[in-house]
C-alpha cells in the first residue's frame, strides 16, 4: 500500500528495460507519489498522491 496513490490507485507497473542490442531486463515503473497534508472531514492527514492528482487537485 505504500507504494500507491490514496487518490487515483496508480500503483507499480512491471515492464522492460530494452537496451540498443535489444537485449530485455525486467524493471519496475513507480509512479511518481508526493507526500501531501489535507484536511479530511475537518481533520489533518497525511496522504501520498501522484503528481497526476496532486495537478488536478490545484485546478480546483
Not at 4 to 19: D, N, Q, R, W
Not at 22 to 44: A, C, D, E, Y
Request: charged share 25%.
Amino acid at each position: 500500500m505504500s507504494k500507491t496513490c490514496e487518490v487515483c490507485g496508480k500503483s507499480p507497473a512491471s515492464g522492460a528495460t530494452v537496451s540498443h542490442a535489444h537485449n530485455k531486463t525486467k524493471r519496475i515503473f513507480f509512479p511518481n507519489l508526493r507526500t501531501i497534508k489535507t484536511k479530511v472531514n475537518g481533520t489533518s492527514k497525511r496522504m501520498k498522491v501522484c503528481m497526476k492528482c496532486l495537478k488536478a487537485m490545484a485546478k480546483t
